[in-house]
Nanobody, 130 residues
């Protein structure tokens, strides 16, 4: 079992930046695929970014070019740096983790499927005001 605890600033004006953190309570981060998802009110949860067990990063079109995913193995922490935010980015943001074996040899796009992840953070409501 891995417990994930998110933290970070929760509100910003349009054009601003925020950085979310997600601390894992056990197991080295490099044994997992780590992802950030978001859920806009009334919409399905969507992937934002993934960092795999080797440290390779990938981004969906949802926020591509405006976000950076990273991890600090020494701190067992995942980050999401978000820039140039707009009111349309207002959503609940979740970190997620799944043992890397789930994705080994599988379709690349599977990493963006929320149903593939077993461990989830508590969710952070991010509000971007105009």
């Amino acid at each position: 079992r891995v417990d994930l605890m998110e933290s970070g600033e929760t509100s910003v004006q349009a054009g601003g930046s925020l950085k979310l953190s997600c601390v894992a309570t056990r197991d080295p981060v490099n044994q997992y695929y780590w992802a950030w998802f978001r859920q806009i009110s009334g919409k399905e949860r969507e992937a934002v970014a993934v960092i795999d067990s080797d440290g390779a990063k990938s981004y969906t079109d949802s926020m591509k070019g405006r976000v950076t995913i990273s991890r600090d193995s020494a701190k067992n922490t995942l980050y999401l740096q978000m820039n140039n935010l707009t009111p349309e980015d207002t959503a609940i943001y979740y970190c997620a983790a799944e043992p890397y074996l789930r994705f080994r040899g599988k379709n690349f796009w599977l990493r963006y499927d929320a149903s593939q992840y077993i461990y989830w953070g508590q969710g952070t409501q991010i509000t971007v005001s105009s």
